[in-house]
C-alpha cells in the first residue's frame, strides 16, 4: 500500500502536465503553420502517427503493471510467511524449498518489470526522437513546394521546434504514471473497502467524554 500511495502522489506533483503540455503543443504548432504555411502538416502528420503507438504502448505497460503488482504481492505475503515461522522453517529445514519459491516469484516479477522498462524507454525514445521528425518533414515539404528556406524561417522554426522539445519529453513520463496511479489507485480502493478484522476494535459511536466537551 505505500508504494501504490506513493505512486498517486507522483501523479498529483505532475498532474498538470497533462494539460499544460497538449497546450504548449498547440500554440507552438499554430505559430509554426503561421511560420511555415502547409508544410507544417507533415509535421502534424508525423506527430499524429506516433500517437496510436504510444497508446498502444501504454495499454501494455498498464497489463504489465498489474501483472507485477499481482507476484510483489505474492512475494511480500510469502516473506511474511517465513519470517514469522521461522523458527519452524528451521526446525525442518526447509530453508532451500522456501528460497526457490521466493527466487521464483521474484524473478517473475523482474521479467515484469523489464518489460515495462522496456516500453517506457520505447515511448520516451519515440517523443524525444519527435521534434527531429517533424522539422525534418516540415522542412523538406517546405522545400518540395517550392519555397525557399531562408535563415530567417529556418531559425525560427527550430525555435519554436525546441519548444515542441520539452512538453513532448515530459508528456509520456506524465501518461506512463497516470497508468500507475490508475493500477494503484483501484488497488487501494479495494484494500480501503475491505471489512475489519475484527470489527469489535472500531469504534463508531462518538464517546461520552467527548460529546460532554
Given at each position: 500500500m505505500?508504494?501504490?500511495?506513493q505512486r498517486?502522489v507522483?501523479?498529483v506533483?505532475t498532474?498538470n502536465?497533462l494539460w499544460?503540455?497538449?497546450?504548449?503543443i498547440?500554440?507552438?504548432?499554430?505559430?509554426?503553420?503561421?511560420?511555415m504555411?502547409?508544410a507544417?502538416m507533415a509535421?502534424?502528420?508525423?506527430l499524429?502517427l506516433?500517437?496510436p503507438l504510444?497508446?498502444?504502448v501504454a495499454r501494455?505497460?498498464?497489463?504489465?503493471?498489474?501483472k507485477?503488482?499481482?507476484?510483489?504481492d505474492?512475494r511480500i505475503k510469502?516473506?511474511?510467511?517465513?519470517l514469522?515461522g521461522?523458527k519452524?522453517?528451521?526446525?525442518?529445514?526447509?530453508?532451500?524449498?522456501?528460497?526457490s519459491k521466493i527466487?521464483?516469484?521474484r524473478n517473475?516479477e523482474l521479467?515484469?518489470?523489464?518489460?515495462?522498462?522496456?516500453?517506457n524507454a520505447?515511448?520516451s525514445?519515440?517523443?524525444?526522437?519527435?521534434?527531429l521528425?517533424?522539422s525534418?518533414?516540415?522542412f523538406?515539404?517546405?522545400?518540395?513546394?517550392?519555397n525557399?528556406l531562408t535563415?530567417g524561417k529556418a531559425?525560427?522554426a527550430?525555435s519554436l521546434f525546441?519548444?515542441l522539445?520539452?512538453?513532448?519529453?515530459l508528456?509520456?513520463?506524465?501518461?506512463?504514471?497516470f497508468?500507475q496511479?490508475?493500477?494503484?489507485?483501484h488497488?487501494?480502493e479495494?484494500?480501503?473497502?475491505l471489512?475489519?478484522?475484527q470489527?469489535?476494535?472500531?469504534?463508531?459511536?462518538?464517546?461520552t467524554?467527548?460529546?460532554?466537551?
Amino acid at each position: 500500500m505505500t508504494v501504490d500511495a506513493q505512486r498517486v502522489v507522483t501523479l498529483v506533483e505532475t498532474f498538470n502536465q497533462l494539460w499544460s503540455a497538449p497546450l504548449q503543443i498547440c500554440v507552438a504548432v499554430y505559430f509554426l503553420y503561421v511560420t511555415m504555411g502547409v508544410a507544417v502538416m507533415a509535421g502534424l502528420v508525423t506527430l499524429l502517427l506516433l500517437i496510436p503507438l504510444n497508446l498502444l504502448v501504454a495499454r501494455l505497460v498498464r497489463k504489465i503493471q498489474v501483472k507485477q503488482l499481482k507476484n510483489s504481492d505474492e512475494r511480500i505475503k510469502l516473506m511474511n510467511e517465513v519470517l514469522s515461522g521461522i523458527k519452524v522453517l528451521k526446525l525442518y529445514a526447509w530453508e532451500e524449498s522456501f528460497i526457490s519459491k521466493i527466487t521464483a516469484i521474484r524473478n517473475k516479477e523482474l521479467q515484469y518489470i523489464a518489460k515495462s522498462l522496456y516500453l517506457n524507454a520505447g515511448v520516451s525514445f519515440t517523443f524525444i526522437c519527435a521534434p527531429l521528425l517533424v522539422s525534418l518533414s516540415t522542412f523538406s515539404v517546405y522545400v518540395l513546394l517550392g519555397n525557399e528556406l531562408t535563415a530567417g524561417k529556418a531559425f525560427v522554426a527550430i525555435s519554436l521546434f525546441n519548444i515542441l522539445r520539452l512538453p513532448l519529453t515530459l508528456l509520456p513520463r506524465v501518461v506512463v504514471n497516470f497508468i500507475q496511479a490508475q493500477v494503484s489507485n483501484h488497488r487501494l480502493e479495494e484494500f480501503l473497502k475491505l471489512g475489519e478484522l475484527q470489527p469489535g476494535n472500531v469504534i463508531r459511536n462518538m464517546p461520552t467524554h467527548c460529546k460532554s466537551k
